[in-house]
């Protein structure tokens, strides 16, 4: 297995959007509807204020990873792996290698899962994160060091 994790440049935008519609809208259809011109918007935003990457399997394009270095952690925006690719160990590696970095940083990391994705919420906890706060449609986890 080779994974590969390298910076999105803005040529990737167009595809990571596509890909983030296909995983996300039915999550977030069912919590507040999907209206496509705010959807943009919202990415675009996430995408100036994050730093993005892109994930490969095999020289493949699997998936994408938003982060946030923040003051006092770092806040996992977005990750996204193709469900034919889920279930492989590519999201374990990604966030172990995240997990490397937040320790080097000494600094944890805090995500927002959708309620909906209670699959989600079950691989999080088994790579150490717990539930911090719910609300807003969201699960708040975090990882400590």
Same mark, same amino acid.
């Given at each position: 297995?080779?994974?590969?994790?390298?910076?999105?440049?803005?040529?990737?935008?167009? #595809?990571?959007?596509?890909?983030?519609?296909?995983?996300?809208?039915?999550?977030?259809? !069912?919590?507040?509807?999907?209206? &496509?011109?705010?959807? !943009?918007?919202?990415?675009?935003?996430?995408?100036?204020?994050?730093?993005?990457?892109?994930? &490969?399997?095999?020289?493949?394009?699997?998936?994408? #990873?938003?982060?946030?270095?923040?003051?006092?952690?770092?806040? /996992?925006?977005?990750?996204? $792996?193709?469900?034919?690719?889920?279930?492989? *160990?590519?999201?374990?590696?990604? /966030?172990?290698?995240?997990? $490397?970095?937040?320790? /080097?940083?000494? !600094?944890?990391?805090? /995500?927002? $899962?959708?309620?909906?994705?209670? &699959?989600?919420?079950?691989?999080?906890?088994?790579?150490?994160? $717990?539930?911090?706060?719910? *609300?807003?449609?969201?699960?708040?986890?975090?990882?400590?060091?």
């Amino acid at each position: 297995m080779s994974i590969n994790i390298y910076l999105a440049t803005q040529d990737y935008y167009d #595809m990571i959007y596509s890909f983030h519609k296909m995983l996300f809208k039915a999550h977030i259809e !069912k919590i507040w509807g999907w209206e &496509e011109s705010w959807q !943009k918007a919202n990415f675009s935003k996430s995408w100036k204020e994050s730093r993005t990457k892109v994930i &490969e399997y095999d020289e493949c394009f699997v998936g994408f #990873m938003q982060t946030i270095d923040m003051t006092d952690c770092i806040m /996992l925006r977005n990750i996204g $792996v193709h469900p034919k690719f889920q279930k492989k *160990g590519i999201g374990t590696q990604v /966030l172990s290698e995240l997990q $490397v970095e937040a320790r /080097l940083l000494n !600094k944890p990391i805090h /995500l927002s $899962v959708f309620v909906t994705n209670g &699959e989600a919420r079950i691989f999080y906890k088994k790579i150490g994160f $717990v539930d911090a706060k719910r *609300g807003n449609g969201f699960q708040h986890m975090k990882w400590m060091i």
